[in-house]
């Protein structure tokens, strides 16, 4: 109790202040986001506050990362928006709910790591098209149209095209002067000493409720907000509805997991720490699972508001916890401004949010370096603006594991001993020898041993048979890993080589290879009988071969000491 005393009484005189100012800074930055991002969602202004409230407090509480924060994000509008449409507010409470379960397990199975390894053009062409999709579906507002959200992008196109006679001219000017405000305050603001800390954003929401309320303009407004706490209902189980959400939640927490992720790394390198991305998912799992039970939507860490906590000073994840109890304060007592925001606003807000999310820089730094990847970050960018984005995400992750299989077939190299220098190494010994060099032919085999190099082995074999001498010699020094089709293939070839009356040896095996040799019963079986001879260097079996034909013995004498003797230390070289 003692101790608990004295770590409070610590935290309140080291980290407090400091954590308050960053809880107050980035709650001024979420509050428009809140509100901004869940009418670009399709639902209610207020369920974007509930959002930002109990994930910041739950996510902030739990969490991996010590400056995440937490809320509605850019990268949710668009699923969250398909997902209200097909299913309605039910479905998506419970494609939230099952998000969540499904970060859970992926905290709970250690999967953080993984996450980490989707490539770039992948994640660069969804957060890509993501942001196009926010900037198209902003301009209604921008412009002063009023019609209900459009799912597919071509939509919203057609029925801005057919109201553009309607457009209204302040709302246009208020989008602008927003958009200008945001861009140029800031840098205006960090020459005032008393200023530099005030967020432009709240500056320009000042200015133009100001000026709608004094004016009067006629522009679409956000509405009056609820001045009251979220009540807490049971969502929907029904199974039909969890089969047909299944596909939207696992895209939701794929999203979110990412986002999440991405966000903790950024804060990372932003304060020198490090964060726990098992327990990243946790936080964020339990923050999506409880949400549903509230009305909120999903939720993910957001990058930009992280950015602002570190900056202000945030010390512990308090700053987090901080930001949404303010958050909180003014969803219940401030609700009524509400109804003076202009849509023109928040989609200013939105439009430089999304013209962030596509980046530029990244898309030519990618297409400068592969047309492989230039490839996929252009397929997964027009898939993310013209399709749903659970098919987006699918084809994403297909396209990632088509990558990974080209690149790694790419990286598997198998070639004889004759393409290096004949005065060194294996070669100096085999060609010292004019026995070594009529008989034996030596393969070395560059990268793993799986199913997608199988079509350069079976060319370099085919190769070997024209030349057909007694001796192969597999070294397998560069080979990390071996699947079961690089097994069967290995057995296949033994045996082919047998008929042909020509011994296999395989030398330099590494260790996790080697185990998946010795798991293999007919591998295993040939071993014993000496259809394949295992040595631990491929100069070792040179030496045994000049030894059996200085003796006049075959290579099917070798007894089975000497074949066993190279297991242990198989990967010695």
């Known amino acids: 109790m003692m101790q608990t005393t004295k770590t409070i009484s610590r935290y309140f005189k080291e980290s407090f202040s400091s954590d308050l100012k960053a809880g107050f800074i980035t709650a001024i930055v979420a509050l428009p ?27 902030s509480s739990v969490g991996g990362s010590r400056y995440s924060i937490t809320g509605p994000t850019g990268a949710m509008t668009v699923i969250i928006l398909s997902t209200v449409h097909s299913f309605g507010l039910e479905g998506l409470l419970l494609a939230g709910f099952l998000a969540g379960v499904f970060q859970l397990l992926f905290g709970l199975l250690r999967l953080g790591k993984v996450v980490k390894y989707i490539p770039l053009p992948v994640i660069s062409g969804f957060t890509s098209g993501i942001g196009a999709i926010i900037l198209i579906g ?98 929907s189980l029904n199974l039909d509805l969890v089969m ?106 939105l439009i430089l949010v999304s013209l962030r999310m596509i980046n530029i820089t990244e898309f030519r730094t990618i297409m400068s370096i592969s047309k492989m990847d230039t490839a996929v970050l252009v397929v997964t960018f027009l898939l993310t603006v013209l399709t749903d984005l659970v098919f987006a995400v699918q084809m ?12 790694m077939t790419n990286v598997i190299d198998i070639h004889t001993m004759e393409r290096y220098d004949r005065t060194k190494g294996i070669n100096a010994t085999i060609f010292a020898d004019p026995y070594l060099e009529k008989n034996v032919s030596v393969y070395t085999i560059n990268g793993p041993f799986f199913f997608g190099a199988m079509n350069v082995f079976e060319s370099k074999i085919n190769e070997h048979m024209n030349i057909s001498k007694p001796h192969i010699i597999l070294r397998m020094r560069y080979v990390p890993f071996i699947d079961t089709t690089g097994l069967e293939r290995l057995r296949s070839f033994i045996h082919s080589s047998k008929k042909m009356k020509q011994k296999v040896y395989l030398t330099s095996i590494q260790p996790e290879v080697m185990s998946k040799i010795d798991n293999d019963a007919e591998l295993r079986h040939m071993i014993r009988n000496k259809e394949v001879l295992i040595f631990s260097s491929t100069q070792e079996a040179l030496a045994y071969l000049k030894n059996e034909n200085a003796s006049g013995k075959g290579g099917s004498d070798l007894k089975p000491s000497e074949a066993a003797s190279s297991h242990g230390s198989t990967a010695a070289r």
Not at 167 to 182: H, P, Q, R, S
Request: aromatic letters at 6%; proline letters at 5%; one cysteine or more.
């Open 244 to 349: 047909a959400v299944l596909p939207a939640a696992l895209t939701i927490a794929l999203l979110g997991a990412i986002e999440a992720l991405l966000c903790a790394v950024v804060c990372d390198g932003m304060t020198n720490t490090k964060h726990d991305s098992n327990r990243e998912l946790l936080g964020q799992g339990i923050a999506n699972v409880i949400l549903p039970f509230f009305s909120g939507i999903p939720c993910t860490a957001a990058i930009a508001r992280s950015a602002v906590n570190i900056r202000e000073g945030a010390k512990t994840q308090m700053s987090g916890i901080i930001h949404a109890l303010i958050l909180l304060a003014v969803l219940l007592f401030l609700g009524p401004v509400a109804a003076f925001i202009p849509k023109a606003y928040l989609a200013g807000v």
């Open 33 to 59: 986001l809140a509100i901004a991002f869940a009418m670009a969602s399709g639902v209610e202004p207020v369920l974007g506050l509930y959002t930002a409230v109990i994930a910041g407090i739950l996510a």
């Open 138 to 235: 902003q301009i209604p507002n921008a412009l002063g149209i009023s019609f209900p959200a459009q799912e597919r992008v071509w939509e919203t196109l057609y029925e801005i095209y057919v109201r553009l006679d309607v457009l209204d001219t302040a709302a246009v000017l208020i989008c602008i002067g927003t958009i200008l405000l945001l861009i140029y305050l800031p840098a205006i603001l960090a020459k005032v000493r008393y200023l530099s800390s005030l967020p432009a954003s709240i500056i320009a929401l000042f200015l133009t409720v100001l000026l709608t309320y004094n004016l009067s303009l006629s522009v679409p407004l956000v509405g009056s907000i609820p001045t009251e706490l979220p009540s807490i209902s049971m969502i």
């Open 396 to 407: 994403g992750m297909f396209l990632a594991i088509i990558l990974l299989f080209i690149r």
